[in-house]
């Protein structure tokens, strides 16, 4: 590799590692600031790929003539309801973010329980015991948490992603600025 491809590539990655950085950190900081208006353009921005991904779909199902009917009438189907879905959410959009949240806390909630119990299926293979006991018991116990106050449970997830979001984005932002530096 020549000394100015090196330097073509160092330079993609540098701005790459910035780039992301700098957009993690502004939607930490709008998680942060403004936690229910951005939870909603994340609704939004969910609703609208609903309706482009019904409408994909429904077109696929309308222009592809190499496919069975059933195959044609599934996407269309499928389509329409992620048209109709999209177009729900758009419609109203803090209880689609309100209903969203909910979904998701009950979601990482049975992720957390049916975690801790697999956990606890596979105490004779565990290095560590003591470790695999106190992880499972805290999966579980945070997992039933969550899931009898999935809304709560998920404003103080979707704060830690914001915080998160803030510190990792700033430490990328340093990463982009040191890549390539012979201290890296």
Known sequence: MTADTSKTAVNGIRTAIGVGGTLAVVVGVLILVWPGKTAIVVTAIIA??????????????????????????????LGLLFVVAGAVALTNLSRTAVWLAVFVGILVAVMWIVEGIVALSTLRDAPSMGWSIAYASLSIVAGVVLLFAPAWGVVLLWWILGFSLVVLGIMNIVRAFRYGSAHD
């Open 48 to 77: 609208i790929y609903a309706i482009a991904a019904g409408l994909a779909y429904a077109g696929f199902g309308v222009f592809t003539r190499d496919r069975g009917g059933w195959s044609r009438v599934g996407h269309i189907v």
